[in-house]
C-alpha cells in the first residue's frame, strides 16, 4: 500500500505562484507514476500533470503546459507541482495520486482510473 499527503495549497492572487506537495509513503518502490488531478465544484475530477517512473517522464494537461512544473523525488517519496501564473480558472481542489500499474502510453496516466492510491486533497482558490 502506498499512501500520499498532500499540502501546500491556500490563496493566492492572479499571477501569483503555488507550490504543492505531495509526500508517499508505505511501498514507494512499486509506485510506477504519480500524478495531479483537480476538481472543481460541479465539474469533473481532470488530469492536471503526473511523472512516471517507468520511462515515460512528465506530461501535462494542455491547460497547464508552460504555467505548471511537475517534478518527483527519485526514491518516489514525494512530488511536487509548481504552479506560476495562476488564474481563477484553476481555483480547485487538488488531489493527489499514485499509481503502481505499468502502462506504456502516457494516455492511461492521465485517467483517474489508472490510479489507485489518492489523497485527502488541497485546496487552491486564486482570486481575481
Known amino acids: 500500500q502506498v499512501r500520499v499527503t498532500e499540502s501546500g495549497g491556500g490563496l493566492v492572487q492572479t499571477g501569483g505562484s503555488l507550490r504543492l506537495t505531495c509526500a508517499a509513503s508505505?511501498?514507494?518502490?512499486?509506485?510506477?507514476?504519480m500524478g495531479w488531478f483537480r476538481q472543481a465544484p460541479g465539474k469533473e475530477r481532470e488530469f492536471v500533470a503526473a511523472?512516471?517512473?517507468?520511462?515515460?517522464?512528465?506530461f501535462y494537461a494542455d491547460s497547464v503546459k508552460g504555467r505548471f512544473t511537475i517534478s518527483g523525488d527519485n526514491d518516489k517519496s514525494a512530488v511536487y507541482l509548481q504552479m506560476d501564473s495562476l488564474s481563477p480558472e484553476d481555483t480547485a481542489l487538488y488531489y493527489c495520486?499514485?499509481?503502481?500499474?505499468?502502462?506504456?502510453?502516457?494516455?492511461?496516466?492521465?485517467?483517474?482510473?489508472?490510479?489507485?492510491?489518492w489523497g485527502q486533497g488541497t485546496q487552491v482558490t486564486v482570486s481575481s
Open positions: 511523472v512516471s517512473w517507468s520511462g515515460l517522464g512528465t
Open positions: 508505505g511501498r514507494t518502490f512499486a509506485t510506477a507514476a
Open positions: 495520486a499514485a499509481s503502481t500499474l505499468l502502462y506504456r502510453f502516457d494516455s492511461y496516466y492521465r485517467t483517474p482510473v489508472k490510479y489507485n492510491y
